[in-house]
């Protein structure tokens, strides 16, 4: 049974830090690229950060770059998002995903997210 399992959300002032986890099973976590998504009240799903199968490479949104860092332990099945300077405008509930296209077929699963509120 595939699972990701997103932890670490939570209240935190303007310009504090929140380390989200994403705790990967029930498939190959070592050949997916893994990606952080976010969606605040109202608005669609972005994209946050993402971070190649090998952690060889990683992409950020321009409005987290500097501030965001994404990273793996392919021995430990987990994906994190250090987040750093948080702004109330990236108050929202952040998901996990995991991703393999092979042989033009995709593999995509989600976690059922969580809140992170940035907020005085």
């Known amino acids: 049974q595939v699972q990701l399992v997103e932890s670490g959300g939570g209240l935190v002032q303007p310009g504090g830090s929140l380390r989200l986890s994403c705790a990967a099973s029930?498939?190959?976590?070592?050949?997916?690229?893994m990606t952080w998504y976010r969606q605040a009240p109202g608005k669609e799903r972005e994209l946050v950060a993402t971070?190649?199968?090998?952690?060889?490479?990683?992409n950020y949104a321009d409005s987290v770059k500097g501030r965001f860092t994404i990273s793996r332990d392919n021995a430990k099945n987990t994906v994190y998002l250090q987040m750093n300077t948080l702004k109330p405008e990236d108050t929202a509930v952040y998901y996990c995903?995991?991703?393999?296209?092979?042989?033009?077929?995709?593999?995509?699963?989600w976690g059922q997210g969580t809140q992170v509120t940035v907020s005085s």
């Open positions: 971070i190649t199968s090998a952690g060889g490479s990683t």
């Open positions: 995903n995991a991703r393999r296209k092979l042989l033009g077929a995709t593999n995509d699963y």
């Open positions: 029930g498939f190959t976590f070592s050949n997916y690229a």
